[in-house]
């Protein structure tokens, strides 16, 4: 399974920014698909995850509300829509494959990793 991530960049405080994760391969089916941040300094941790049927989870407490993932099945395409960004959702964005089922566990196993996409908020 191969993931590319794109649509980072610079937004200010309060400003939107929709990353996509196109995902390429074999029995896309078996895998959920999930979207994890490393701020500066800090640990690699989930997002959000989704299906491929739409159902999906924000891990993230602060992010709740605010980011939403939805999913084109046709064009396995999967977008991370965030919005009222913050300083502090400034990190480098990464789409992964994790297994079935596993999109609503704070500790799902990325199983295949996309390239990062860095995301700066200015406030």
């Known amino acids: 399974v191969q993931l590319q991530a794109s649509g980072g960049g610079l937004a200010q405080s309060g400003g939107s920014l929709r990353l996509s994760c196109r995902v390429s391969?074999?029995?896309?089916?078996?895998?959920?698909i999930g979207w994890f941040r490393q701020a500066p300094g800090k640990e690699r941790q989930i997002a959000a995850a989704t299906r491929w049927d739409g159902r999906s989870t924000v891990h993230i407490d602060s992010a709740k509300g605010r980011f939403i993932t939805s999913v084109d099945a046709v064009k396995n395409v999967v977008y991370l829509q965030m919005d009222d960004l913050e300083p502090e959702d400034t990190a480098i964005y990464f789409c992964a494959a994790l297994p079935l089922n596993e999109y609503n566990l704070n500790n799902a196993r990325a199983l295949f990793w996309g390239q990062g996409t860095q995301v700066t908020v200015s406030s």
């Open positions: 391969g074999r029995f896309l089916g078996s895998y959920d």
